[in-house]
DNA sequence: ATGGCATGGATTTTCGAAAATCGTTGACAC
DNA sequence: GTGTCAACGATTTTCGAAAATCCATGCCAT
């Protein structure tokens, strides 16, 4: 809902953002077939720049290429949930110990301020609670990135956001059939009271909980089905 | 010198592995900009699949674009290097250590294999010694590849190879200016012996020192210039 | 001399159609 | 009834040129 203008620079880029958020929010869905036909509807753009968003997509493994066969959405699989929640457990639980460690007033400042904006709204919708609200999906992502944003490692960050972005779609999916969270709000407060108290080995467990506990949140709903 | 056909199955696939090859034996330079007249004569094809191997590039980092200024190659920095390093410890050290605890037998046959083809061969060209040859670098790289191959987390797999040809981009440049390094050799076999014989701990920290004593020897090189 | 502005050239970006490729359907032989 | 093969339709992939954009040069006014 909050791209309509041809939204960068260029139009490959506007593509991109657009087809990254239908996939995203749902509305294409794990394994659907991407057909230039109806992405060129969808963005009302020829085939080239449509081409180019899905090799950066398909870079960054939101969609897969069978060649000659085109393009479709990357499947979810409970495995691959499994795989993204260890791998943020690794590398985002190293980003926040180094930004624990090497963090200064700057960089409290920028957390306390995004756990402030991410608090004040709630997280569904007024009308169906079941559904994410995107300005708390916002900054709920500011405030993770915000959390890890003083490790130091660019590369790290970049990793750390990418896995973020994956999980993102098993976020919602869950959401929408199994309800919210519960706890999310209180586990984010503490987060925020370890990383300022600069205790680094509670922080990355806390953290390493609070990942765990979505995960297992939605294991439930892959039950029975998955590859 | 390895890609004179139409490659793979798409002209843009073969494009993209011809200009990842120019930029990793550093025909491309850092900084380099790329002009698509130069391009489509290096690949001997039209603009698009140009265009979607840079995009493809581009999100792997190797080149970066400006919107409607084009795509260079990526620049090679000192900070880098240093962050691609602990980047590499973190996650190349993980995966390790999930290979040695999880790994079979095949893992183990599948590591002697790689490392007898990498010993076998030397690392520079018999006529020029400081360029490292084609094959030592293929073998090299399947090397590490066999080493975290049982680590069981495609994910991490995946990051611990886009390190690895990050990595190969400073590790020529080095080699092309001040020499092999001596004892890559032995702390390969040293790797084997402690993965074989299931020191966990060890071989990480063998790993560790193995990417820092690379780093170490690429800092020289990189000494007053850099930004 | 200096700053702003229009003009030109070089390059990227996009388009719409042609060429290539894959899966499938249907006919035909065994 | 089953298996093979050829032709078709749908779709991707590629092409070559047009449109858009940016940077630099030179001109004019101050």
Chains 1, 2 share one sequence.
């Not at 968003?53 to 085109?70: M, N, Q, Y």
């Not at 949930?81 to 639980?93: P, Q, S, V, Y």
């Not at 569904?124 to 609200?133: A, K, L, N, Y």
């Amino acid at each position: 809902m909050a791209a309509d203008r041809p939204t960068g620079k260029t139009l490959a880029g506007g593509a991109y953002e657009r087809i990254r958020g239908a996939i995203q929010d749902g509305r294409l869905r794990p394994g659907d077939r991407l057909r230039f036909a109806d992405l060129q509807a969808l963005c009302a753009m020829s085939v080239t720049p449509v081409r180019e968003a899905l090799a950066r997509l398909t870079a960054e493994g939101f969609t897969v290429l069978d060649d000659h066969r085109g393009f479709s959405v990357a499947p979810l699989s409970l495995s691959e949930l499994r795989d993204i929640t260890a791998n943020r457990k690794l590398c985002e639980g190293e980003a926040l110990r180094l930004s624990i460690e090497k963090g200064d007033g700057q960089w409290e400042a920028r957390l306390v301020a995004a756990h402030h904006l991410l608090a004040r709204v709630p997280q569904g919708r007024d009308d169906m609670p079941s559904v994410i609200r995107d300005d708390w999906d916002e900054r709920h992502a500011a405030f993770h990135q915000a959390l890890i944003s003083a490790c130091g490692s660019p590369i790290l960050l970049d990793t750390c956001l990418r896995l973020f972005g994956h999980a993102g779609r098993y976020r919602r999916v869950s959401v929408s059939l199994s309800g919210m969270r519960r706890d999310a709000e209180a586990e984010h407060r503490q987060l925020v009271e370890l990383a300022l108290a600069r205790d680094g080995a509670g922080a990355v467990a806390a953290l390493h909980a609070h990942y765990q506990g979505t995960a297992d949140a939605l294991e439930a709903f892959f039950d029975g089905r998955d590859a």
